[in-house]
């Protein structure tokens, strides 16, 4: 009898990835990140996704490298739900949105500078409807939340708690060593 794969078998549970608090300031945000990379380069830590952790420890976000280039310029955050928005024309969109907002007109320091006032919890990127998935789900479930957000990962949920990370890598995995398996079992 084969078993269906659901998500909670390829999750990540939390504990196997870094953490920074909320209240971290921008610049301890890099640092964390620089941190957690090379930590995952030279084979000391399994995961390189920084989480962000709220009050009594719950996770609360995530934070990448193009959470902190998007927190650089905060006209992003003004005008932007990164929860799943995508557009077809994204130069014409961007490009609309760089001359009317007018992004990145302030020398790169001048934003870098500015940008060592924010917390994490200005710019962390938080579990939205197109982030999240139930541990419960299907990976049909999951394939649709991927290919629809284009997400790297998703925020595992039991309840209203984040129980783990469901990253697209281990579902590709799983996804190939599948048709591998169907591929050499089919006759020529």
Known sequence: MVTETIVRDLMKPLVEFPRISQDATFG????????????????????????????????????????????????????????????????????????????????FDDLCLSAITFKVKEFMRVPSESTRIKAEDSLDAAFHHFLSGRHDSLFVVDGDTVSGILAFSDVYREVSRRITEVCQMSPE
């Open 28 to 107: 301890e945000a890099v640092a964390a990140l620089d941190k957690a990379r090379a930590d995952f380069s030279a084979g000391r830590t399994k995961q390189f996704t920084l989480l962000v952790e709220g009050d009594r420890g719950r996770i609360i976000g995530k934070v990448s490298p193009m959470d902190v280039i998007q927190g650089l310029e905060p006209g992003y955050l003004k005008m932007i739900d990164s929860s799943g928005l995508r557009f077809k024309d994204v130069n014409y969109v961007v490009e609309t949105m760089r001359q009317k907002a007018r992004l990145w007109v302030k020398p």
